[in-house]
């Protein structure tokens, strides 16, 4: 059975950093595209990065969060990780992490996502 698993959600201060943990369980991670999606308040979910399967694990990110976030993967772990700093409040959302079917170019589509996790909640105060 496919499951995704997130956790490392909390309340920081502006300027902060937090890591999120995407654990899957039913499939193995290097051979998926990982993306990781955040919801924030009024808004629609949105792409916030994306590794790729395979060795070379190509990562894309949204534009906000380039230089302040990274993600990256522990195949023995079969974990996907976001690595959050310098946080902002406009961070502060409920982040999804999604398995991905489709190509890499179309990694914030979420039609090209079969399987999602429940979320956590990031809120950035300021």
């Known amino acids: 059975q496919v499951q995704l698993v997130e956790s490392g959600g909390a309340l920081v201060q502006a300027g902060g950093s937090l890591r999120l943990s995407c654990t899957a369980s039913?499939?193995?991670?290097?051979?998926?595209?990982i993306g990781w999606f955040r919801q924030a308040p009024g808004k629609e979910l949105e792409g916030v990065s994306c590794?790729?399967?395979?060795?070379?694990?190509?990562?894309y990110y949204e534009e906000s969060v380039k230089g302040r976030f990274t993600i990256s993967r522990d195949n023995a772990k079969n974990t996907v990780y976001l690595q959050m700093d310098s946080l902002k409040p406009e961070d502060t959302a409920v982040y999804y992490c999604?398995?991905?079917?489709?190509?890499?170019?179309?990694?914030?589509?979420?039609?090209?996502?079969?399987?999602w996790g429940q979320g956590t909640q990031v809120t950035v105060s300021s």
């Open positions: 590794i790729h399967s395979g060795d070379r694990s190509s990562t």
């Open positions: 999604a398995r991905s079917i489709g190509a890499p170019k179309f990694w914030t589509l979420l039609s090209e996502y079969d399987y």
């Open positions: 039913g499939f193995t991670v290097e051979d998926y595209s």
